[in-house]
């Protein structure tokens, strides 16, 4: 089935321990196999051809001069293509439509709607044969007008439709009214450019037919969407479909949703009956994979003169695409982050003939953070006070947009602990009051914050008489520990040594579990696993009582019993199991949601340094204080906190993807004009925990997935304000804007 992995640790209790990942030497030894390294005999390469134009149709394709290229197997177009079923319509009650990432039906279409779209696939005995050839396919296209300005476009913004999951407005009070009698006030417009994913393993595939069965293996977030939208599109039952994700070298959202590389390599397979396998090039994850759209957001704050809240207004413009995309929940962090009388929040959103976009590095609070928490200063400023006096004098009660209860809210603690850590009385108040010879000193702090949610999972527990105990569960490790986090709950649910414990996880032959995203992995499996942990412990007490064994003899309760072994399953993936399962998801999360508000919080104390001659910003010092229920390895959530940091610093700073306005062309399609941080831009970076379980979430722990980079980028541009006086609304902050 799995690969077997090692386990490292010691014994007492595992969890709150700072663990070794358990994939760590398989990792850094080599002996890792990712989706582009499954040895296959008889495999073939493919290789996308992208569409040249932004909108408009294929009037012809000649892949003749591509064809006899030595070594190529086939040239596939929209005129050969085998059969592919299109993608069901998005509804927000189907979690399999959430799936697709555009709602083209690949080479069996004709019209473009995007420049980098796939127009047609190479096959080849080589990676090389396949390249060459790729670039020898002759496309001519009928070239339609298409709306690729944001700049121009964003004027045509319609209200964005709300969905159960996704609110995109909301109302309180008159804040209008409210801000325009309020006596201190701030009005600002902030922006972003578009990002792209860079995963340091682009998006690959290895795909296999034998008759009607399909073997995928994907570097996916989401094994379980992947198999059920892969049977949809080639007709076949989702049994048939095997998906198999052992290692995937970085998601950030990138990898959620199903692009044209993974559906188009099965299909390569499925019309050259041999293995086939992609592994997308940098321009092609930029080409066919969906990531962050540009915005622009208008905050509009009013306090009263002692620095109360008056009026919170946050409005935002993005974009989707003509196929597709999922768009951002901009506003959300001013929903929840402070107290105020009245509130006006509405998203707004205009189609675009871009890729659409997709969830990248923490969608919605990422950027929404970005214009609140620097709103949020600056009123602190002309209010004449400390931001985090400010923010603590309206820090809520209860949720701001609905009343609601939150479950737990650390947040003041973290502002204590942070400003401790950072020894943040030493900063003057005054902006450029504070320099080191050439360099001006800055101090800026910003709000974390990441709504919680738990999905649904699947998974069997078994204890062997030898005493080991074997998870398994088809969840997705990205690297950030997944499966060393599951062995330490289940170690400590059952009481065994964490040595104990292996972890099957990545394949869709187990039971099922939700996608890696939104942060509701660890607290979706862990919920499911402490299920199958009570479950299993009560069937060997009963055994205990009947063979006269102790509770905890476990082992010899099995060995009494002549049992080999005990296993019990939390859901079931039959037909009914599932749909059983997803019922009772949605009543639990219906109920959760009238009744709490979850989440993750944290406090980003930052010190930046600005040459006063060239502009040049160093980010000199970080600390970051988070409140996310228990902590299970402080080893592998301080390193998934300090990535999402050093995520934000690289939105903050130097991300930008560059989109040519007249014809939609990304300029910038790869690591050398696409610029992200490198170890000299990131400083010491010092994170701490608080550490008290939030009493509403499986074992008291909400997801840290992306709370990190949340507050990152404002926390820079606070810090870059204090130090120089200027307050730059317009990402990435880079030099020019500072001269
Ligand atoms: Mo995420 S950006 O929900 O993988």
């Not at 104990?500 to 499911?528: C, F, M, N």
Request: overall charge neutral; hydrophobic content about 40%.
């Amino acid at each position: 089935m799995n690969e077997t992995l090692p386990h490292a640790g010691t014994d007492g209790p595992a969890v709150g321990r700072p663990i070794d990942r358990v994939d760590g030497p398989a990792k850094t030894t080599g002996a890792a196999v990712f989706a582009a390294e499954v040895p296959y005999p008889n495999l073939a390469y493919a290789t996308l051809v992208p569409a040249t134009v932004s909108r408009g149709r294929i009037t012809a394709i000649d892949s003749a001069a591509a064809t006899a290229v030595p070594g190529v197997i086939t040239v596939l177009t929209h005129e050969n293509a085998p059969d592919l079923k299109p993608p069901q319509p998005f509804s927000p009650f189907n979690f399999a439509t959430f799936a697709p990432g555009t709602q083209v039906n690949y080479l069996k279409t004709d019209e473009i709607f995007w420049d980098g779209q796939p127009v047609a696939l190479v096959v080849a005995e080589t990676l090389e044969a396949a390249r060459e050839a790729a670039a020898l396919v002759q496309v001519t296209y009928e070239e339609l007008p298409a709306a690729v300005d944001f700049a121009v476009e964003e004027g045509n913004a319609k209200p964005q439709k709300a969905n159960m999951v996704l609110p995109s407005s909301a109302k309180k009070g008159d804040a209008e009214a409210a801000f325009a009698a309020s006596p201190v006030k701030v009005d600002l417009r902030f922006t972003n450019p578009p990002h792209n994913h860079n995963a340091i393993e682009p998006h690959a595939t290895t795909a296999v037919w034998e008759g009607d069965r399909l073997t995928v293996h994907d570097s996916t977030q989401g094994i379980d969407w992947l198999r059920t939208h892969l049977a949809l599109r080639f007709d076949i039952p989702p049994a048939n479909v095997r998906v198999r994700s052992t290692f995937v070298g970085g998601g950030f959202g990138g990898k959620s949703v199903v692009w044209a590389g993974t559906i188009l390599t099965a299909l390569a397979a499925r019309a050259i009956d041999r293995p086939v396998r992609m592994m997308l090039t940098r321009e092609a994850v930029y080409h066919t994979v969906g990531a962050r759209a540009a915005s622009t957001q208008r905050v509009a704050l009013g306090a009263d003169n002692n620095g109360k809240l008056t009026s919170l207004i946050h409005t935002t413009v993005s974009r989707t695409g003509r196929v597709g995309g999922l768009p951002e929940g901009l506003t959300s962090p001013s929903r929840h982050l402070y107290a105020t009388p009245t509130m006006l929040l509405q998203q707004n959103l205009v189609e675009m003939d871009l890729i659409p976009p997709a969830p990248m590095r923490t969608p919605s609070e990422g950027i929404g953070s970005f214009a609140l928490e620097s709103a949020v200063d600056e009123l602190a400023y002309r209010v004449g006070m400390d931001p985090i006096q400010f923010r603590m004098l309206n820090e809520p009660e209860t949720n701001p947009v609905d009343g609601k209860a939150f479950s737990r809210r650390l947040l003041r603690e973290a502002y204590e602990l942070g400003a401790e850590m950072f020894d943040w009385r030493e900063r003057t108040p005054e902006p450029g009051s504070m320099r080191d010879g050439r360099w001006l000193v800055g101090m800026g702090v910003a709000t974390a914050f990441h709504p919680a949610q738990q999905m649904a999972a699947n998974v069997t527990v078994r204890l062997s008489v030898d005493g080991g105990v074997l998870v398994r569960c088809a969840f997705q490790e990205m690297g950030v520990g997944a499966a060393t986090v599951q062995a330490q709950i289940a170690a400590d649910a059952l009481g065994v040594p964490f040595d104990s414990v292996r972890v099957e996880y990545g394949d869709s032959d187990l039971p099922s579990s939700a996608a890696a995203i939104g942060s509701v992995q660890t607290a979706t499996v862990a919920g499911s696993l402490l299920a199958g942990c009570d479950k299993l412990k009560k069937r060997l007490r009963g055994l205990a009582r009947r063979y006269g064994t102790t509770g905890q003899a476990f082992t010899e309760t099995l060995a009494r019993a002549g049992l080999p072994s005990v296993e019990v399953a939390i859901g079931s993936d039959t037909r009914v199991g599932k749909m059983t399962g997803q019922v009772k998801f949605f009543t639990r999360f219906l109920r959760d949601q009238r009744r709490w508000m979850k989440a993750a919080y944290g406090a980003h104390f930052c010190e930046v340094r600005v040459d006063r001659d060239t502009g040049e910003v160093r980010v000199a010092r970080w600390t970051g204080v988070f409140d996310f229920g228990r902590v299970i390895n402080t080893k592998t959530a301080t390193s998934q906190l300090r990535g999402g940091i050093i995520a934000g610093i690289g939105m903050a700073m130097g991300e930008e993807t560059l989109v040519d306005p007249r014809n939609g062309r990304i300029m910038n399609p790869s690591l050398a004009e696409y610029h992200l941080p490198v170890q000299a831009d990131i400083p010491q970076i010092d994170i701490a925990c608080l550490d008290e379980p939030d009493p509403t979430m499986p074992m008291g722990l909400i997801g840290i997935g992306e709370v990190g980079p949340t507050g990152v980028a404002a926390a820079i541009a606070n810090a870059v304000h204090h130090a120089t006086g200027k307050r730059i609304h317009d990402l990435p902050i880079t030099l020019d804007k500072l001269l």
